[in-house]
Nanobody
Framework: QVQLVESGGGLVQAGGSLRLSCAAS????????MGWFRQAPGKEREFVAA????????AYADSVKGRFTISRDNAKNTMALQMNWLKPEDTAVYSC?????????????????WGQGTQVTVSS
């Protein structure tokens, strides 16, 4: 079992940066692959980024490649999403997710644990 809590959302102007954090409970964080997903009003939830349990592999949605960076610190049970060059279309509720296993996946059905989400709003 793992519980996830996101923080770091907020309002930022286009071109700005935000850093989201996801704090996880439990002693087996290093055995979970992690991901970030987002959902904008009226739209389906979409994959943003994922990282393997050991942190050696990452994956990104095409829409955020080169602007967002996912990372994790297994010693501190935390994961982060550094978001640079934000655009108004990045506005959404961002949620972190965990799945038991070492490999990454971009499909939200594969993730069994979710945080409550944090709002990111990018103004033009």
């Amino acid at each position: 079992q793992v519980q996830l809590v996101e923080s770091g959302g907020g309002l930022v102007q286009a071109g700005g940066s935000l850093r989201l954090s996801c704090a996880a409970s439990g002693r087996t964080f290093s055995s979970y692959a992690m991901g970030w997903f987002r959902q904008a009003p009226g739209k389906e939830r979409e994959f943003v980024a994922a990282i393997s349990a050991g942190g050696g592999r990452t994956a990104y949605a095409d829409s955020v490649k080169g602007r967002f960076t996912i990372s994790r610190d297994n010693a501190k049970n935390t994961m982060a999403l550094q978001m640079n060059w934000l655009k108004p279309e990045d506005t959404a509720v961002y949620s972190c997710a965990a799945r038991s296993g070492f490999t990454i996946t971009t499909t939200f059905h594969d993730y069994g644990y979710w945080g409550q989400g944090t709002q990111v709003t990018v103004s033009s």
